[in-house]
């Protein structure tokens, strides 16, 4: 069984539990590429749970430990297999290595284990999310990203599919939301939580068909972060990202 040790990333910054969520706002964001792995007293502990972040108040001065997903790591050693399964087990996009005395030296990505193990095509690695509607409120986005582990939801309109609302855009706005004294152009107090989904979805989403092969998916998820799997006439068939590659067909 082939090993892990050739895919280790090693763009990563390592962040301790104890440190405050602001030390990682820029990767939730997306304004930062570094990929943040948790440790504990310098031996790898975790990574983010970002659906612990979508709360109607978020404090950036929190210990990170309230919003990790503790993996543990693997070692270099371990199989594709083993990491494959893992992976399936958190629902998660990466997971953190370490050596034989527990220092950590890198992660292993999603994407890089599937080009070695993956077959198919997008209509069978699709799995239903839930979808979001243009009039739909942030908060409402908030609330149904609560639910989810991908970090991209379809916004439609009359059954067909107009758009993509990232996580990191709610993230954006849950982070801004605490300013009380916004107001609107009549001098009016608003949330930026009811404003409606339209006006934060990107019009021009990752939109590939049922029976893209598998190799060619994988690279729509490298530029776009995810794939929408839909029909000819727009209808939405389902999402593809890296957290759920080792999941086809289930939530």
Not at 221 to 243: H, I, Q
């Amino acid at each position: 069984m082939a090993e892990i040790a050739p895919f280790v990333r090693t763009n990563y910054k390592a962040v301790d539990k104890r440190d405050a969520l602001h030390s990682v706002k820029g990767w939730l964001t997306g304004d930062t590429k570094k990929v943040p792995i948790i440790v504990d007293d310098g031996k790898p502990f975790g990574i983010v749970n970002e659906r612990a972040l979508m709360g109607r108040s978020l404090d950036l001065n929190a210990h990170l430990h309230q919003f990790t997903l503790s993996t543990r790591a693997l070692k270099p050693t371990s199989t594709l297999e083993e990491a494959m399964a893992k992976m399936a087990e958190f629902r998660a996009a990466y997971l953190p290595v370490e050596d034989d005395q527990g220092k950590l030296i890198g992660y292993v990505s999603a994407l890089d284990l599937a080009r070695e193990s993956l077959g198919g095509a997008a209509r069978d690695l699709a799995v239903p999310v839930t979808e979001l509607r243009e009039e739909q409120t942030i908060g409402d986005a908030l609330h149904a990203f609560q639910k989810e582990y991908v970090e991209y939801l379809p916004v439609l309109s009359n059954g067909r599919l107009t758009g993509v609302l990232r996580r990191a855009d709610v993230l954006n706005v849950e982070f801004n939301s605490g300013d009380k004294g916004r107001k609107d152009a009549g001098g009016e107090k608003f949330s930026l939580l009811q404003g409606p989904v339209a006006g934060y979805m990107d019009n021009t989403p990752a939109v590939v068909p049922p029976d893209l092969p598998a190799d060619a998916l994988l690279e729509t998820l490298e530029d776009s972060g995810y794939a929408f799997v839909g029909s000819r006439d727009g209808r939405f068939l389902g999402v593809v990202t890296p957290e759920t590659l080792f999941r086809p067909n289930g939530r």
